[in-house]
């Protein structure tokens, strides 16, 4: 017997809630692809004290010589009847806060900014992944999918990519945020939703999960993975990639009064308060085993604070977390540490101002531990 339907959580603390219900599908349109698979090749900033970070464009940034039509995989302007007009009106009417743009449907339920920075950043992190995993998308035994999911999809640049990889696939890319390119391939499209609701797909459809950096984003994880559970087919796969926001050393270069020790522990409490974890990176196999998942599959790995490493992978991964940090960190923590924590804008300014400072310094080996963690369902669901 399939695992039962957990019921509809309490609606989760946000800083600015609504009332508006899940699941916003965005219609298409013909035309031509402009393909995204190519990793950003950002200048450094101007006072930063590291080389730009390699370019490894070998596996995924040779797209754009492909010559290839797509759907639009998003259009407001398709958005039928008045009820939908108002609504796609409201997911379009971002807040402003502290000079970044934020979505607007669901306001305040996530902590970071979706303007043309944070996008940057999002795609950072994406190339990142890339090179930790060897230029492979995912680590889960995924051969023919039909139905995939990509929960949290953000600038949409993973489940183009899959889209690619899998041209008899259909990939659906959700967020709360439609900041997802205009053109892309014809077997991918993007829907506005909030994964933390109960979700709306059809049971036992999706062959393959892929859920990335939803820390801080999920009030109830235990719900989250039994919907997850739900609408995987059986036999189909989950696959979770997170990291820690707390830094650590394998040596002595980082002492107990350190910065990093009072960054990790504050991103913690933020998150306690807004009453979405950022420590699911350690939780995630317990979980999946807890929502009914088998043979699950833990890969730790390193991100590096900075290109101290003498590995060259290490190093390469670590220039670009640090310009990954340097950049985003104020889009990261200012609503966190304003909205949240209630503190000033000077205050919260100096606390990252500070971060900036110690990720120059190369004589602290510091980095951010993370997990790969996927599992299967299996092909006779529970009793």
Known sequence: MAAPSPPKPDAPFGLHSTGQDSAVQIADDAGPLVPLSSPPVPPAPQDAPYPEPEG????????????????????????????????????????????????????????GPNDEKAKEILDFAHHMYLLTLDHKLFLAPITDPQ???????????????????????????????????????????????DVTLNWTFPPD????IHI???FGCIPDWDFFFQQA??????GGWIEIVEHSVQPIADDDT????????LWGTTVVEMGKIFGKSFTIWSESKERMERAGFVDVVVVDYKWPMNGWPQDRKLKNIGRWNQLRLHEGIEGFMIRLLTQV????????????????RELKNYK??????????????PLRSRS
Not at 254 to 261: A, I, V
């Open 229 to 234: 559970y739900e609408h995987t087919k059986p």
């Open 147 to 193: 139905n995939v999911l990509d929960v949290g999809t953000g600038t949409g640049i993973w489940s183009i990519d899959v889209a690619d990889q899998f041209p008899g696939a259909t990939v659906t890319g959700t967020d709360l945020s439609p900041i997802q390119p205009e053109w892309v391939p014809p077997n991918c499209h993007f829907e506005i939703d």
């Open 205 to 208: 459809h999706f062959d393959f």
């Open 56 to 111: 490894e464009g070998d596996a995924e940034g040779d797209a754009e010589e492909q010559d290839f039509h797509s759907d639009s995989g998003f259009d407001s302007g398709s958005l039928l009847g008045d009820e939908t007009d108002t609504l796609a009106s409201s997911i379009l009417n971002y807040r402003i806060e502290n000079g970044r743009q934020y979505h607007a449907y669901r306001d305040g339920a996530y902590w």
């Open 341 to 356: 924590g209630g503190w000033s804008i000077a205050r919260a300014q100096l606390f990252l101002a500070e971060m900036r």
């Open 364 to 377: 602290t080996h510091a980095y951010l531990p993370g997990t790969v963690v996927y599992g299967r369902k």
């Open 212 to 214: 990335r950096e939803l």
């Open 254 to 261: 980082m002492g107990p009064d350190h910065f990093f020790h």
